[in-house]
Structures are given as C-alpha cells and as structure tokens.
C-alpha cells in the first residue's frame, strides 16, 4: 500500500458525459501528480500540482482540468468523454522540492466510456 | 523534449538473471527511476540513480551512464512473480519535485 488513495476504482459512463476522480496523496506529500496509462501509450503525464498551485503541464487535453485542494487531496475532471479516453489514470504524490523524491502511485481509477 | 526507448517485450527463465535495457535523450537529466508493474496494478519503486554507477539492492541492480544516455535494470534469480511490466523513467532536467517522464515498459516474461 503506497498510501496514496483514489477514487472510484472502477467508472463506466458514456460518451459525452463528465466525471471526477479524486486522489488523497501520501500523508504530508504536497505533490500531487496525474498520469493516463493505455494499452497503446503507456503512462503519460497530464498535470502536477504542488501545495495547491499548478507546477507543470503534460499532455492534457483541453477537456480535461484538476485541483488541488488546501487539504491537499486533488481531483481530475474528465468531460465531453469520448470511446478514446477510456484508460486507468494514476495519481501519485512525493514528498517536498527534491529531486530524487520517489512518486507514489495510488492502485488507479479504470475509466470505461461506452 | 525527452525521449526513453526500451524493448517492448523479454522473456527470460526462471533462476535465470536478465538485463533489461533503457536509452534516453532529453534536454536535461535530473535521475532515472526504474519502476515495477504488474498487469493492472500500480507502479511499484524500484530504483534510482542520479550518478554513473551501479545501485544494488538485493535481487535487483540499476546501472546508469549519463554520457552515454543508457540505464540497465538487473534481475537475478528471477522468480514467477517478477513476471510484470518494469518502466524506466526519467525526472525532468529542473530541481525539486518535476515530474517524470517514463517510457513504454518491457513486458517480462519468466517462464519455468
């Protein structure tokens, strides 16, 4: 159990609908980082954030956003899904400004767009 | 931009040792992270190395050239359950908490 916490675990939903995937990081980790993982793609970051502001920006889709709350725990906002975003997205979280901090990553949210 | 090749898939015998290689090309370098996964679960930590070198850590060793741009994953005594996906990523070139940037996994396989 790496401490990092997401939910739900598993979302079925349909084209065009909007959902939110929640993360609670590690506890004290201000880092909170978003990764999609595909079969064809593998793990691609989309977006961190550090003590509530955003840090750094991947490959996110402009449909997609996140948070990060002043009780640290972050949330994905997926909408207009589409058949191709069906994926398990990652969060992950370390600990403060240093570079060889390991990232955490919490069990992931299996989205499923139908 | 960064770019991390590996092989995509290996398969290696068990008690065996096997070599799983990992190339990297970014515009800056700031560690390399060599991560476990089995099929549907998350990314486990395994190593990390900053400097040229190799870091042991029991069945498990990371070797890193930065001059050349090239990491090793090393496996000894392989088992049945170290069968999984093992992700070899890259921290971006800036200090503190960046994010990293992993390449596509090699799948291993351990057969008997």
């Known amino acids: 159990d790496s401490g990092v916490t997401q939910t739900p675990k598993h979302l079925i939903t349909a084209t065009g609908q909007r959902v939110t995937l929640r993360c609670s990081p590690r506890?004290?980790?201000?880092?909170v980082y978003w990764y999609q993982q595909s079969l064809d793609q593998g793990l691609q970051f989309l977006i961190q954030?550090?003590?509530?502001?955003?840090?750094a920006k991947g490959n996110i889709l402009e449909r997609f956003s996140a948070q990060q709350f002043p009780d640290l725990h972050s949330e994905l906002n997926l909408s207009s899904l589409e058949l191709g975003d069906s994926a398990l997205y990652f969060c992950?979280?370390?600990?403060?400004?240093?570079?060889?901090?390991?990232?955490?990553f919490g069990e992931g949210s299996w989205l499923t767009v139908v | 931009g960064q770019n991390i090749d590996q092989p995509t898939e290996m398969t290696a015998t068990e008690g065996a040792i096997v070599q799983i290689n990992c190339t990297y090309q970014?515009?800056?370098?700031?560690?390399l992270f060599w991560y476990q996964q089995h099929a549907g679960e998350a990314p486990t930590f395994l190593s990390y190395?900053?400097?040229?070198g190799l870091e042991e850590k029991g069945r498990f060793s990371s070797f890193l050239s930065r001059s050349k741009g090239y990491s090793y994953l090393l496996l000894k005594e392989l088992q049945m359950k170290d069968s999984a996906s093992y992700l070899c990523?890259?921290?971006?070139?800036?200090?503190?908490?960046?994010?990293?940037?992993f390449g596509k996994g090699t799948r291993l396989s351990v057969i008997a």
């Open positions: 992950a979280s370390s600990a403060k400004d240093r570079s060889g901090n390991t990232i955490y």
């Open positions: 506890s004290g980790d201000l880092s």
């Open positions: 954030y550090y003590n509530g502001e955003e840090r």
């Open positions: 970014t515009s800056g370098f700031n560690g």
């Open positions: 190395n900053v400097l040229d």
């Open positions: 990523a890259v921290r971006s070139p800036y200090s503190g908490n960046t994010p990293l940037v």
